[in-house]
């Protein structure tokens, strides 16, 4: 007989229903060591956290964090809530003794990052901590980080990774809490750049030392809207502007570890690209390539193939012997987004009931964090652009 | 306060785990104006049929159909078995006023069809029948309709299609069920083809009057395996043979009413491909494409486009204004293969709650029948072929 | 010291000028062991045979194909002109003891076909035939029947060949003689089906021993134009209307000698495709696929790579282990449509001075002209088609 | 009657053959206002030199390139060989009043590229100088760039260039010229990170004002062959190794005139990819995007299209309305690699006749030289990264 493992999800936005969407799938398609329930979805307001609770399946809502946390009943809390809140919901929760689920990017600042990381070093044994970089959990990625662990692809040379979306490049596009840089810490940076910091440092298995860094603001005010939701729209004319504290966009070089040359860059105003969260490694024994636009898709290429018939390879991620694919349908039939929100929670549930660190922890998460404020403190640095002599 | 309607899954296996699904998230996702609900789950063996039940998360299991069928609190048989019962049960459950969503093929033969074709007319008023040709669900091919509808295309002239998969390439895969004729109807015809000529038939709005063509069986006999479940798999060496009673290839050009030209192959010994249901329809102001390997997308040639940027667009079907994927996730945040399941359901209840003959109806896939048997007439025709003269 | 062989090119419009250039360029990236020379241009024009002359870099003109044929310092005959001269052309010159290079298809009708090959063998010991089929010199096709030879592939299964143009989707393009039946023999059929039909036939290793074929006009009637060049073009409007006497499109299935299923089709009214000649292999060990709109790449699927990194490998057929690629530029440096005619001289210069047949000979090319009468034949047959029960 | 220009070609090995098939083909599909003739090949070995103008259809040799620029009967010079002499023979040639074809990186520094620029200046009234930046004459770059000029895609915000190659991943690879700084001047930074900034600076309008930039040298030492040619090849076994004194990679982010922000990388070790000379450009009104690996196509994003219908379109740059390429082929029939050097021949000899300055010239290609120079400091610059805090 399963034991239960009873979720509180704060926050029911885009996030929140991936989350609860994958809470609920789990089990249905793994064989988990416990049985997880949405018991209790958390939002800011009586009626939309009620109407989430009807629409997400979960039997409460509530709208107070405080009092959820400190429930006896509640196993895992899950925090899809904008990131002003993360540290604060994620620690009183690891104090209680709850295992944390949290979005990314950990934090705001690196100063929030450690606060959490210290909590939940310091939380009672077995309790766990873990960040939602869910891309992971794509299994493209994963098997690529597989294929990269056994040496496919040999001693990595060159990390290009690119998120681009473009949803903001209408200068008409509101004022989402997601540009606010109280609330969500920085811009396209930590919004989806976070996310190929953590791949790669996590694919390549080497830590990002030093960065090199430029960031854009190109649209400084837009229209703010009387409520928001979800990630595009268009404001009304004649709305109120409020001038957006971020980063639309971001470009840096890296060095990793090991030496390998790292080129990255993260925007919401590539015209066309609607989620390219794209990363290419070059070794010396081979190459990979993954675009999450067709995200079941991983292309190999081995030079150690024989002359002749040397070429990227396009692996349909979707067999049997690929992570997590098995569990599903038959080969080619793809799998969507959705599906690496319910992957983190296999692993999640697994990691728990087996006593060990899921991963990322939230020392990991920390990494990420350090590496986005180094490349806030480049593109800060006066000194960090050499000027082409001649050029007006 | 909406109503609920109580399921009946008939036969758990890929299908039935696929249907499962959708009947569970439908409404997680979509404003359904009713409320279904998985009740019961038959198969043929009592262990398995708890065992999915439990899995699928249905309260019952059974069985024995015909005592579902006759329960009095089932509004929907949902026919997942293999195609030998298709008739039986989906006659009965119409007779009994339940509603029907049967699995494609519709039957084995045409005279099966018909008698089903007959039912779903003869049933008390306000039941529904309808056949689970799921890839009109595909947000692409929804989407593709929607534009020859409004004559972005044009008047058609030609119409490609080709379903190829390879997982019966290796002569050592097992014989399933699928490979029997008495009860599958038929083999790539009927299993994947059936696909291609509904989609066809549908997107282009005209019906196949005539067809010649080419069956082939490429590998006679495959190893018996005690158990069989899934696609896939290989079997023991020594396993006892038997006979491949049905068709391993089919090939065959169409003729519409419009006079548009078809040109249609399935085959399960495509090898690389692994579920590249492809159509493409040339009109004579467009034209498009598409393929499953890569569901979220497709590619439009608008010949009105200006001279020098005419090209095929790659267009992502994940934004709002694209059918179903609205009450998904945000543009570019692609969905997987059970998602047609979902959005197949979510038509079904609509269409029931308002009254309306979902699509396909059960005539609808007689006539997909028809076509079926036209091919399998055609093949085994002598006069089909013409010989090359001097090719020995 | 190197002999000249001296060539004479009847006619002189798109297919001549490639032909002249590959003449041209030829010697200068091969080491050839006979060194050619475009001695006479002949069109039927003078003033446009002499303009062609000076432009092609031929030192001299004539309008009297039959004086050009009779001259004894010319060598070899190169015949780029309409189908309706082929026959007394090559014959003249067999009969004069020149080797011939003739323009596919190679004739009008098979019994034209059989005169000439009969011309072929009968013709001076010495004397060379090679028909143009020149995308067997496409690099990637070259190397994929090197990978068909070497049984990479294995057997054989299916074959799908399309070749998908869209120049005469515009019912007010104009008509021109490759409309007419009395000088072409026949339309996308002959035009372009029958490159398909010679690929597949070379690359399998097998014949085409029997067909089941539909043909399609789908525009009756085309403006004329005073003067005609080039494929495409839009007439003036209020011009004169006449009649197309040939197919439009083609569409046939193919039972090869081995059993090997095949699927094919041509047309010129395929929106978007602007010269796509693709052919697509499946055999029992691995595929091959291969589009002419990106004709350097060549698609291989092999069923032995490993489980996990199986998948189509994008191969650069540009390395120096590529047919004639090592001539030419470093790896990923391209080439283009024309270069398939300078390998063609290459190939046939080669034969010549090595006293070998050059493939394909006349007697090759009319077991092409035979594949296509069968498919004219079946298309006119009354009982090629097997009618939809109850399709209006 | 054209009047001829006389052409002297220093240099005959990869380079020096590319330019002298453009010679020899402009004239034979371009209607040329002076009609260019290959009159001398110059090289350091007599033996090769008169080898490689028997090849190459030159009626001359010569080993001493400066008797060759001071003939009277020679009209241009154009510059293949390395990039040391690049400043002696172009700057001689300019003063004797010849046209100059100088190939790129101009030069090994900006001092010696001032001085290039300067002689260009000084030259005699109507005496032309040209840097071989061939790949802006690929049709479909020269259709970006008038797409850009009128505004299709807005203003840029966005610029990601890559060039990446992989004949340098294997450590055995020869140690030749390429790799030798003073000869040289630098490694993949100037050999195809060059064509990358003046691409981009060319498409854009604007000039690259400021740079950061890192540089790798991954493989430190290299096998010295006896004799060097061509890109590739495997030095034997046992071979004395020398130091490689320049870049195999370099990456970059630049900031443009506009606030534009770009992102370049180069290499030499990116495995799989041959010749993946990339742009990508995301402005406010759409974006376009090149991969020379599939140089006939262009990718054009426009966001004014109809909502459903967006999506990046896949241009053959094959028509009669794109540059160049009307004077070829009919739609479809691609080109490869050496057209961009015939079509550089056809633009220089016309902007020569007609008394114009053709683009770019040495004021431009030292604009280029600048930005190599500013990467170079930028790299060897001790503040250029910023530490992440905490990475060991």
Redesign the interface.
Known sequence: MTSTLRVALVGHA?MGR?H??AW??AP??FDLPLDPELTVVVGRSPDRAAAAAA???AAEWSDDWRAVVARPDIDLVDVCAPGDIHADVAIAALRAGKHVLCEKPLART?AEAERMAQAARAAPVGTRAMCGFSYRRTPALA?ARR?VEDGR?GTV??V?A?YL???L?D?DAPLTWRLDKEIAGSGALGDIGAHSVDTAQWLVGE????????L?T?VGSRPVLAEQR???GRADTGAERGPVTVDD?V???A?F?S?A???F?A?R????????NRI?V??????IAFD?????ELE????S?A??????????V?????PYTGN????????????VFTHQVVDLVTAIAEGRQPSPGFDEAL?VQ??L???E??AA?E??????????
């Open positions: 885009f991936a609860a969407h609920r799938t249905r398609f629409e997400l399946g690196v098997y294929l692809i040379r060159h290009r690119q979306q473009d949803w490049s200068p830590p990002i030392e030093a960065v090199s860094a430029q854009r190109f979800g990630l595009g966009a470009a840096f070089t060095s570890g030496g040359l790292g080129v860059e925007t105003f590539a015209l066309g690209r609607r989620n390219a290419e070059n070794g010396d024994r081979g190459s999450f636009e067709r995200m079941n190999l290429y081995d030079a193939d002359d002749g018939v040397q070429g990227f390879r396009r692996i349909q979707t067999e049997p012997v690929h599903w349908w038959p080969a080619g039939h793809g799998l969507g987004y959705e599906h990494g350090r590496v404020d180094a490349v403190r480049s640095s000194s960090i652009l050499t000027p082409v002599d001649g050029a007006s």
